[in-house]
């Protein structure tokens, strides 16, 4: 699995990226009785239904071409990463400074694991949060996760 995952990511990455997206993550795994090779995509204004309907037909044929799974039988998905995935990547932050987000630690620092801010700045080693009163630094390596706050 982890070579069908290596040779799309290799061979496709360059081809989506050329059609203006990001692929977050490819993954090939049982779903449904069968299996499924998925691609995530994302782009700075969002992933659309169409979005994904054209990053599919364009990697389909690729795909066939490539034969990634070895003749296994799979059923091709291409998704967005949704509303609530966590920010990972500095392309993820820096795309979301400005945004309020829920930041989530390893461990407690004063007693809480949990904070919410406003995203102000990130570097290689830390993460800084706005708050009313301030701001707070957190060293990345100790962040559990950072998801963007979603208001309806």
């Known amino acids: 699995m982890a070579k069908v995952k290596q040779i799309c990511e290799e061979k496709l990455k ?11 993550e490819v993954s090939f795994e049982k779903e449904n009785g069968g ?18 309907e054209i990053v599919n037909k364009k990697i389909d ?14 059923t091709l998905v291409v998704s967005s990463p949704g509303l609530d995935r966590p920010l990972k990547t500095d392309r993820d932050l820096k795309r979301n400074l400005g945004n309020e987000v829920d930041l989530n630690l390893f461990a407690k ?4 694991k949990a904070f919410t801010g406003i995203l102000k ?3 290689e ?10 701001t707070q630094i957190f060293d990345r390596e100790k962040i559990a996760s950072i998801k963007l706050v979603i208001k309806f």
């Open 14 to 24: 360059p081809v989506i990226e050329e059609m203006g997206y990001e692929l977050l």
């Open 35 to 52: 299996m499924s090779l998925i691609f995530t995509i994302d782009k700075e204004d969002g992933v659309s239904i169409d979005d994904c």
């Open 61 to 74: 044929p690729i795909l066939d071409e490539l034969n990634p799974t070895d003749d296994k039988p799979y």
């Open 109 to 112: 620092i004063g007693g809480k």
């Open 121 to 123: 700045t990130f570097d």
């Open 125 to 134: 080693k830390t993460v800084t949060l706005q708050y009313e009163d301030g």
